[in-house]
């Protein structure tokens, strides 16, 4: 058997082990599912043309296919890092540290995240030494299938306009899309701290705020029912990466 066909049938014989899992599970046939993990390597390439020509949102898209795919493909954890860096360095090349610092953290283990938060990490701090002392920002929480929770908090007034999305991404989030939820809402700030109280058909969640200068954490205190999709949750730590 020619080479190159015999590595092309590993490959394939590889992949099949990994995606019977997922058809199993679902209305996708073993075809689907081999022809779009076999896809991941054509993501790569078209992202590195993209980003030779120094084209950068145009090669983030497709590194962020190949992340997501790697993901639902179930590859090694390295294979995995390596798309998680590509998006990364489209944002290092534009300037957007942050959010750069917010892929880097999915693996913070993996060699490449580390030598690459190395080289950005004067640049992060710098970042984070212009934001005000007030709690304005987006701020990430990755989710899964390049998908990040986000909190968008802007000035309203004396207070702040609130904004949750949120997502859930499982197993077959790159054929069927993830779980969704959200929410709106104005909340004063002390000293960085807020509570939430969710209210009728919004569902019955508490929620608790606290910012500091690289981050947010939110607590839930109460509640069960937060009107969000299956698995979709607010609560955890989230990364701030615009000011």
């Known amino acids: 058997m020619d080479f190159k066909w015999r ?18 599970q679902a209305d996708v046939t073993e075809e689907e599912a081999t022809a779009n ?21 145009k090669a983030r898209e497709q590194y962020q ?3 997501g795919w790697s993901e639902s493909c179930q590859l090694d954890e390295d294979k995995v890092a390596i798309a998680y860096n590509n998006v990364a360095l489209t944002y290092i090349h534009e300037g957007n540290y942050l959010k750069a610092r917010a892929w880097l953290s999915i ?7 580390i030598f690459n938060l190395g080289k950005i990490s004067g640049d992060i701090k710098n970042a984070l030494e212009k934001q005000s002392t007030k709690p304005q920002g987006q701020y990430w929480q990755y989710a899964g299938a390049s998908l990040w929770n986000s909190m968008t908090i802007k000035p309203k ?9 949120g997502y859930y991404a499982g197993l077959m989030a790159m054929y069927y899309g993830p ?3 959200e929410f709106s809402t104005v909340l004063g700030f002390d000293n960085g701290k807020a509570h939430y109280a969710m209210s009728g058909d919004d569902g019955d969640c508490e929620y608790d705020f606290e910012i500091k200068q690289d981050g947010l954490t ?26």
Not at 7 to 24: D, K, M, N, S
Not at 224 to 237: R, T
């Open 7 to 24: 590595r092309l049938f590993q490959i394939e014989a590889i992949l099949l082990l990994l995606i019977t899992p997922l058809f199993a």
């Open 37 to 57: 993990c076999l896809k991941i390597s054509e993501y790569s390439a078209e992202g590195g043309k993209y980003y030779k020509l120094k084209q950068y949102a």
């Open 65 to 67: 296919q190949q992340a």
């Open 107 to 113: 693996l913070p283990n993996d060699k490449k995240s």
């Open 157 to 165: 007034g004396k207070q702040y306009q609130v904004d949750f999305e």
């Open 179 to 181: 779980n969704l939820g």
């Open 218 to 243: 939110v607590n839930r205190t109460a509640g069960e029912s937060c009107g969000f999709g299956h698995n979709v949750g607010a609560e955890g730590v989230y990364q701030r990466v615009e000011l």
